[in-house]
């Protein structure tokens, strides 16, 4: 393993050494980022990241070993993919035809690694190993949308690929990774905020398509349980990416439109700053991956137990971060999405409550009960749920909702007991699978819950020193509820005043009067605004118009606030 330490070393000092050099070349070639709206710089960014983690990562892969077969596949693959980006740098291509590139490449992948005896699966495996690789190629390529994300989850996720397969003996894996996870380090210190060198279309698709496969490889095979760990491996990118595309399709906007919906943008909305949303979803990265360090391979279904908690998480995040800013909500009200949750939940508690009772594996004589009943156990939990008015407002709130949750699950459970008795007259159950599994759901639905609120309570506090705020909106809607909003919404925000609409200086609801919507550009340097909430009660559509494109020209935020006056 000697070896290993010395490649990743090499491919470091590569990086450090070309990124400088690519920057150059990139200029000379006019390989540049402009300026956008959905990218957080402020000058013309050198594109040619890629090239500088291809040329460090590969060549000492063969300098201190002989390359392993295995890894022939990952390097024809990621030239071919490299060349599709640095084309759509330079060029450009449509959707369809970078779509149509990627394929290429990864079917490159698979044929080196057939012809060389390196793909050990079945013909049947071939077409999802192809589709996984593409996904997860374009999820890199969205989430490449901040200074230091993409490259950084990179070196995340390849030093956990490096951990865990070092510890099982995967020698060509661990290899893999440690030199790309290295190279793409070395990158990453040209790539933080501010950066100095961006990654391109040539190295967030070559970084996807590379560390698809080695994740593969480390966990992926023929059962769909094994497919966990490189999921939970590259969980950031995919959950950016169905963050996304949710979005986009419930706003009607064509999924390969680029945009400020990515993860990274909502946590700046909600006043994060750029280094500690890298942080977060650092943190995140490293918190998914890390799993299957202490559960390994040898737990399938724990593993899957461990996904599916992960997925409750995920799905609260994700409705927590795409409400919109500055909208009147009550926190105790609950969402459809719960309902979702307790699904998720209560299968989870079942299937763990016969994993804890037979240490770990469910004997073959179980599976098929599991497999039967788990359908009316979930009715009768839904059930005791809704009788406990757990999916009403303000139901789950404080000591006496966990008072609540804790009671529907003893009863869900008891409902369960009586339901396999009439159906099945208990035979072949396991009494203490039922005293488990009512632990286990008030301890998911209630942890879940609570887990979401201080989400955003937490999120709030971070935000509230962060995010400067004015408010827009007529004289007669900024009178009626402008102060009242600026004290509702004081956690989240620093409300620090109001811009006028009318020149006359009349109308600013009480608050501190920033000057004139006209005068924007002075107020934003003044006062250090980062968001505007557009009051939209009163205002006509060109109005509306005109105050956002004001403000997007100065780079603020632009929240339209929706009131409800009853």
Known sequence: MDHIGKAAGLSLALAILFSPLAGILARRYGAMARPRPD???ERPTPLLGGMVILLAAFPPLYWFHEIPRELWGLLAGGFV??????????????PPQKLVGQFLAACTLVAVEVLVGGYAWGPLSIPIFLLWLVIITNAFNLLDNMDGLAGGVAVITAGIILIFTWGHGVSHV??????IGAASLGFVLFNVPPARLFLGDNGSLFLGLVLASLAAKTGGGETASSWIIPVLLLGVPLFDTIFVVAGRTRAGRPITEGGTDHLSHRLLDFGLSPRKTLMVLYL???GMGGLILFVGKSFPLTLVIVGAVFAIAL??????????????TDPSRPAASLVVFDLIAFSVAFIAAYLIRFDGEIPEPYLGIVTKSLPLFLGAKFLAFAAFGLYGPGAWSGARGATRI?????VGSLLAVFIATMAWRFEEYSRAVFVIDGMITFLLVWGMRTATALV???LAQVAGSDLRVALVGTAEALAVVGSTLAETEGKRARVVGALRISEDGAGTGGLDDLGPITDIAAATKKHGLRMIWLIGLGLQEDQRADIAEACVREGLIVREISIRLE
């Open 284 to 286: 995140l990265s490293a």
């Open 315 to 328: 799905l609260g995040l994700g409705g927590f971060l795409s409400r919109p800013l500055g909208r009147f």
């Open 39 to 41: 990218r957080h710089s």
């Open 456 to 458: 955003g309570e937490t």
């Open 81 to 94: 993919i490299f060349g599709v980006g640095l084309v759509d740098d330079l060029r450009g291509l449509s």
């Open 406 to 410: 804790l009671n529907a699950s003893i």
């Open 174 to 179: 661990s290899l893999g990774a440690a030199c």
